[in-house]
């Protein structure tokens, strides 16, 4: 069983609230040997209190790697059996355009520039 006090370490992100949205903000950099596995449960433990619209914000310079892929797939297959939906907002332009290279923007997820783009 996972520990929830780690999986809360709440140096690693803050959480805000945008209309309907909950935005988890990453304060740490992503980088290869980023372990980002408490990303999924996080997400998990969200639906389960009754959130559906997750947003996700990654701290500049970071860089989404294959095991981070893995891990918005989880995240996106978690927030649609509860019925909602996944964003990410404030992605670097270099990851946007990763994204749209490997199909996954608007398929998985949308993406919007700026917290105040996400719909109301």
């Known amino acids: 069983m996972t520990d929830n006090k780690a999986l809360r370490d709440e140096s ?15 304060k740490e950099h992503v980088q ?5 596995s408490w ?3 996080e997400v998990a433990a969200l639906c389960k209190k009754g959130a559906s ?10 860089y989404l790697y294959s095991k981070v892929i893995s891990v918005l797939v989880t995240c996106s297959r978690t927030v649609n059996k509860h ?19 490997m199909k996954l923007n608007n ?12 719909p109301a």
């Open 53 to 62: 619209d997750i947003a996700i914000a990654f701290a500049k310079k970071s």
């Open 39 to 41: 990303l999924k449960y």
């Open 107 to 118: 398929v998985l997820f949308s993406i919007y520039d700026e917290i105040g783009d996400l």
């Open 12 to 26: 690693r992100f803050g959480l805000v609230k945008h209309n309907r949205w909950t935005v988890i903000r990453i």
């Open 32 to 36: 290869s040997d980023s372990d980002f």
């Open 83 to 101: 019925h909602g939906n996944l964003a990410l907002v404030e992605p670097e332009q270099r990851i946007k355009k990763m994204l749209k290279t």
